[in-house]
């Protein structure tokens, strides 16, 4: 305990870090270099989702994607420009880059070359898990055995190249985000982890595999339950040393510490009432830094303003001045654990573990986490769909948005600069700039460097010494990606939402009702085509609707993410549905809806009514029912049941009398 008449040790803070980069290199440079100033100390790199699927900014599918939710990076000089006057030698880096791990890290590594640095004494982390993209975020490239295996062929590159560099992050921030709750977070995030280092074993030296253990890291998320979390923090902190020694033997305490960096839950972030949000992270960043324990060592806060678009500087300042003053103003880094002993936290740890266990047992008899994908995907739709079902009866009550809806308009949310929206044309700039990056390198040493790399990935050679090679040389994003999906094909994850009816009818007999009186003037029952157009990985929402439309006895069409707008057109054509549902979350909305109203027309689709969700301003949302669709949804629409009486009563009487 600190004397009062003395100076109180205090423990070393956390790294700060914000989540960022948008628009381009050089605006994301700038922000970066600020946000260092202004106290940061340690950089997390957002990609936008051309680059996190590997294809360059000019591709059919980047349409509407490029610089909307991270920064473009299409090849070497992009990255340059990125960590323009950022000694990275000095730096602690976090890229949330998952499919092209291996090839941003090349990058990386190039750019440090250039600067003069000791590539040895890089410190950082790619996330790299692949496991959590097939069941949460979607951004996957290849199918599951060849992702693990670029997974581990990362982590054996690091052990004897970048020795302080963090190979993978284990990801349960998106199971969350999905809907996973806390046991199944804590088990499937496990489960990653131990498929990882199982593979691993056959590609490092027995005496160095411990060392290897030790640089897993893991990223985690921490909800509003602050108590339940922090008690999920202590439970992870305890069931990965059980793991690390009683499965692998690994006998130093330091190689099995459980090091994890954090973002709070931007899932509970509301579009209504937004200010609420200060307190929502703040209150969750409590989760991940009161445990002494169990703490982050690294934390990351999203701005108040998420669930309303792109945070601007301002934004992010306020998030980094919250863990400023926690570790700063306060004397919590003056004590050891606050919660050691307490009887209502141990037997709440122990809850945790034992479920977490159960859980992991099922996974392993299943044949690991690669195998067990399609059940852990199923398990997450069932779980967003309970919560979200909390939500719609007020069991779980978040104010401001079922309870206490009234309130006074936010002055922080008025003006036209509320919040920061992406130049349109910043796309057409990026792609200049990439045509030019193409026009002016050396095209024969391009071709060598991917033969090389093509040569590598079907002989089942470490894949990271010839993406640097062609890093170097001037490849660019896509060509990596175009590599990598030529050897090892391209993969579609399971959707995790069965066609099948399902017993999940509580609280719906008002909305059946009315579908059944639909289906029997149809003569059938009503067809909803379910779609994602573009790269957003985020199907949560899109999950949901088609379960609730299932189960309200609608005939659905759901086939996952990354769909074109010409494919979407032509399976509402092919399969003759009744109304078609599109989820966008990325910023995408305008161009992707230009796209495929103007396809409707051209196919003489327009008696479909179209309806269309995701974080959509206002004045966005008036241009789209401007261009025909019928309605627009937001964050704010929570009310599923509402939503289905709405698509319902779109479904055309007309049209209905003419079949």
């Not at 498929?195 to 290897?212: I, S």
């Not at 669930?307 to 880094?333: C, H, K, N, V």
């Not at 654990?337 to 945790?352: H, I, M, Q, S």
């Not at 937001?634 to 479904?651: A, H, S």
Request: glycine share 8%.
């Amino acid at each position: 305990m600190p004397n009062d008449t003395q100076t109180p040790v205090r423990d070393r803070p956390w790294l700060f870090r914000t989540y960022a980069g948008h628009s381009t290199a050089e605006a994301s440079n700038a922000l970066y270099r600020a946000n260092l100033a202004k106290g940061q100390t340690g950089l997390s790199v957002a990609f936008d989702l051309p680059t996190q699927t590997g294809y360059d900014s000019d591709h059919e599918l980047a349409r509407g994607e490029v610089g909307k939710v991270g920064v473009p990076i299409d090849h070497l000089g992009d990255m340059r420009t990125l960590f323009d006057q950022i000694p990275l030698e000095q730096m602690n880096t976090s890229m949330t880059i998952n499919a092209p791990a291996p090839w941003l890290l090349a990058l990386y590594i190039a750019v440090a070359e250039e600067q003069g640095a000791d590539v040895s004494k890089l410190q950082g982390t790619v996330q790299n898990d692949l496991i959590k993209e097939y069941l949460s975020r979607g951004t996957y490239i290849c199918p599951p055995k060849p992702s693990l295996r670029m997974i581990t062929d990362v982590a054996a590159y690091t052990r004897e190249h970048l020795p302080k560099w963090n190979p993978m992050n284990v990801c349960s921030y998106h199971l969350q985000e999905a809907g996973a709750t806390p046991e199944q977070e804590l088990s499937y995030a496990l489960a990653t982890a131990t498929a990882v280092l199982d593979d691993l074993r056959g590609k490092v030296a027995p005496e160095d595999f411990p060392g290897m253990v030790g640089r897993i890291s893991f990223f985690v998320n921490a909800g509003i339950r602050f108590v339940t979390e922090m008690c999920k923090m202590r439970a992870f902190v305890e069931l990965w040393d059980e793991i690390c020694q009683d499965r692998y033997g690994v006998e130093d305490p330091k190689h099995r510490r459980f090091r994890y960096g954090v973002q709070v839950n931007s899932l509970g972030l509301t579009e209504q009432q937004p200010e609420n949000n200060v307190y929502r992270i703040l209150i969750e960043m409590l989760a991940v830094t009161l445990s002494k324990s169990a703490r982050a060592r690294a934390v990351q806060l999203p701005a108040w303003n998420e669930a309303l678009g792109l945070p601007r500087p301002f934004d992010q300042q306020w998030s980094i001045r919250m863990q400023q003053i926690l570790a700063y103003e306060t004397d919590l880094l003056e004590y050891e654990d606050l919660f050691e002993g307490n009887p209502a936290v141990t037997a709440k740890v122990e809850e945790l573990k034992r479920n977490a266990r159960a859980e992991l047992a099922q996974i392993d008899a299943m044949g690991g986490a690669v195998a067990a994908i399609e059940h852990m995907k199923s398990r997450l739709v069932e779980s967003n769909s309970d919560r979200i079902g909390r939500v719609e009866t007020g069991a779980t009550v978040v104010v401001g948005v079922n309870r206490w809806v009234d309130g006074e308009p936010s002055p922080l949310t008025s003006g036209e600069d509320a919040i920061m929206v992406v130049d349109p044309s910043v796309e057409a700039d990026q792609i200049a700039r990439l045509t030019a990056w193409r026009e002016n390198r050396d095209n024969a040493a391009v071709e060598a460097a991917l033969a090389a790399l093509r040569e590598a990935a079907a002989t089942g050679a470490n894949i990271m010494p010839p993406s640097i090679a062609a890093a170097r040389a001037g490849a660019t994003t896509g060509e990596w990606g175009d590599v990598m999906r030529a050897v090892f094909g391209q993969y579609r994850g399971p959707t995790g939402v069965s066609k099948s009816p399902s017993n999940r009818t509580e609280g719906l007999d008002e909305i059946r009702a009315e579908v059944d009186a639909l289906a029997g003037r149809l003569g059938r029952r009503p067809k909803f085509l379910v779609g994602k157009p573009g790269l957003d990985g985020h199907s949560n929402g899109a999950e949901q609707i088609a379960a609730r439309a299932r189960d309200c006895g609608m005939d659905i069409s759901y086939e996952g993410i990354r769909l074109t707008p010409s494919e979407i057109v032509a399976a509402a054509k092919a399969e003759g549905v009744d109304i078609v549902g599109l989820s966008i979350l990325s910023g995408s909305h305008m161009p992707l809806m230009e796209s495929l109203m103007r396809l409707m027309k051209e196919h003489e689709l327009t008696h479909i009514p179209v309806v269309v969700g995701g974080i959509i301003p206002d004045e966005d949302a008036r241009r789209l029912r401007a261009m025909g669709v019928a309605k627009v949804y937001t964050p704010k629409d929570f009310e599923l049941n509402r939503i289905m009486f709405d698509v319902v009563g779109l479904i055309s009487p007309e049209r209905v009398a003419a079949e």
